[in-house]
């Protein structure tokens, strides 16, 4: 018995082992081809140049300017996602009958399953041919429709992970704020969203994590070209959009060119694995505040 268990045992750590060694591995070549790719061009180059333009008879290796494009469109699908998940989640935690919340919940997550592929070709097709009607200048091209829709995509993130949180906050907290004369409102934003509210930060951080790693909505709808710009109706390009297009043939195995694509992979990685460690602190600080 005591073998079957150790045995049992040593499986969930191999398990768990291979999502160490999977990351542990992609680092690695991140950091090798990296290295590689900094041999011919200036880290400070890299940092500092406003252009990207490694395709082009003249090369520039500025990464600012895929980095403006990805946070461009990543601020716009918060801007979205935010207000309306974090409504989603107040009223069905607050107002919603029971049954509904639970027939609710499974149509808001399917919105998580639609392949983003079909979001971005609806971004292409519909939304931005309707924004065309309110502001004729707006090009076919464009990070504002392309951040809508990817913040529609994510209220799934932001709505679920809230709704838990909210509803993982003592009932007696609730109670007693009705029990002195509060409405449900008042509750809700007084009481329930300040005490879940570790929580609901998190889903936000991991929301934009998403959102930030997010391709085929960026690449259909936002377009390919890469420049320094806060301007959300113009087309821009995003580190995910510029991998998958030297990816696709662009660029001869082994060059300078296709090394972009591995400085650039490495820093999105930084940025995703900085806000990731962003919400497991925020979320271990909490759980130490009220244990």
Known sequence: ???????????????????????????????????SF?????????LTDTQWTPLFSEKHFGIL???????????????????????????LNMYAPKSFRKTLKPFLEILAA??????????????TPFLQTIYPDLETFNSLSAGIVMGIMIIPFISSLSEDALYAVPKSLKLAAFGMGSTRFQTAFKVMVPAASSGIIVSVILAISRAIGETMIVAIAAGQQPQLTLNPTVPVQTITS??????????????????????????????????????????????????
């Open 38 to 46: 900094f041999r011919d061009v200036s880290i400070f180059e890299f």
């Open 114 to 127: 639609i392949p983003t592929v079909v979001y971005g070709f609806f971004a292409l097709t519909i939304v």
């Open 242 to 291: 510029f991998i998958v297009q030297v990816s696709s043939g662009d660029a001869p195995q082994g060059s300078v060119e296709y090394k972009t694509i591995f400085a650039a992979g490495l820093t999105l990685f930084l940025f995703t694995f900085t806000l990731n460690s962003v919400s497991f602190w925020i979320k271990k600080k909490y759980q130490e505040k009220y244990e």
């Open 65 to 91: 300017a895929l980095v403006s494009g990805t946070f461009l469109t990543a601020a716009i699908a918060i801007a979205v996602a935010l207000p309306i998940g974090l409504t989603i989640a107040i009223y």
């Open 1 to 35: 018995m005591k073998y079957k268990e150790k045995l049992i045992e040593n499986f969930f750590k191999f398990c768990a082992s291979i999502t160490i060694f999977t990351t542990i591995g992609i680092i690695a070549v991140l950091l090798f081809e990296s290295i």
